[in-house]
């Protein structure tokens, strides 16, 4: 009979313990669900607001570029973009003004645009030592064009336009040119600093005190190009690019400062340019 007692007594124990356990489990469990839910609805809502974040910096972007276009629409319906206007104050106020909103894709799209209308780059240097010395119409000296990455849409097909273009005194540190036509361009006074030149043309371009630490010339033709006064410490250049391009006064990749050296092949290559030239 006692033992009938104590089987009895240690069952509803038992039970006891269960019913306490699973009475104190549910809460915890539920409060595991709403922490976790908590969590959940937090990472939902700083991924939609990241998102929304994004579409909006976008649409400025967007505004603004659209707004500058339109700006120069009318000072050009209101010929404030002819000769007589010259220094054009109006246009490179609107373009510096917002220039220093822009991110580095709009940039490069306004770059193309200007010079497919002809606002900079406005010397003829189609076969790459050519000018007619005319004033760019949007000036670029002095701008931050870190970063920007300027490149043909074909690629090998078409290289993208930029002959003549003035990049004087302009920041271009990391920028990047892909299958891009710079005959005749001028990087006088350039932070060009680990910029890649790849599958580029830059006959005749000229680079006087410039910065090109860590840049990449690799198969581009320099056929003519003029190096003097600049840093080339680590640069990326070929034994054929050397004797492609000019140099005087320049810190090569090895290190070592440069003498006047300039191979003959360039030399009667800019010889026949400027023949041509004169003739015309």
């Known amino acids: 009979m006692v033992d009938n007692k104590k089987r009895v007594f240690w069952h509803f124990t038992f039970k006891d313990i269960l019913t306490i356990l699973c009475s104190a489990a549910i809460p915890i469990a539920l409060a595991i669900y709403t922490a976790i839910g908590s969590q959940q609805q937090k990472e939902q809502d700083e991924k939609k607001q990241k998102f929304d974040l994004e579409q909006s910096t976008q649409l400025r972007q967007q505004t603004l570029y659209d707004e500058f276009l339109n700006n120069i629409f009318k000072l050009d319906y209101y010929g404030y973009l002819k000769e007589r206007k010259n220094p054009w104050a109006f246009a490179n106020a609107y373009y510096r003004a917002a220039d220093r909103q822009w991110d580095t894709i709009r940039k490069a799209d306004v770059l193309k645009f200007l010079k497919e209308k002809h606002l900079i ?3 003829n240097c189609t076969e790459g030592c050519k000018t007619t010395n005319l004033d760019d119409i949007i000036r670029l000296n002095e701008l931050n064009l870190d970063n920007v990455h300027l490149a043909s849409q074909t690629g090998v097909l078409n290289k993208l336009n930029l002959q003549c273009v003035s990049f004087d005194q302009v920041s271009m540190s990391n920028a990047i040119f892909s299958f891009a036509s ?6 006088d006074g350039a932070q060009l600093d680990k910029a890649k030149f790849d599958g580029s043309s830059l006959l005749c371009a000229s680079f006087n005190s410039v910065n090109l630490s860590g840049a990449d010339f690799t198969n581009s033709d320099l056929t003519g190009a003029k190096f003097s006064n600049s840093d080339m410490s680590g640069a990326k250049i070929t034994k054929d690019q050397i004797k492609q391009a000019y140099f005087h006064n320049v810190i090569m990749p090895n290190g070592e400062k440069s ?4 191979s003959i092949t360039t030399k009667k290559s800019t010889t026949q340019i400027t023949t041509t030239s004169i003739g015309q």
Do not use: Q
């Open 182 to 187: 710079l005959n005749g361009a001028s990087f």
């Open 259 to 262: 003498e006047n050296t300039s």
């Open 121 to 123: 780059g406005r010397n």
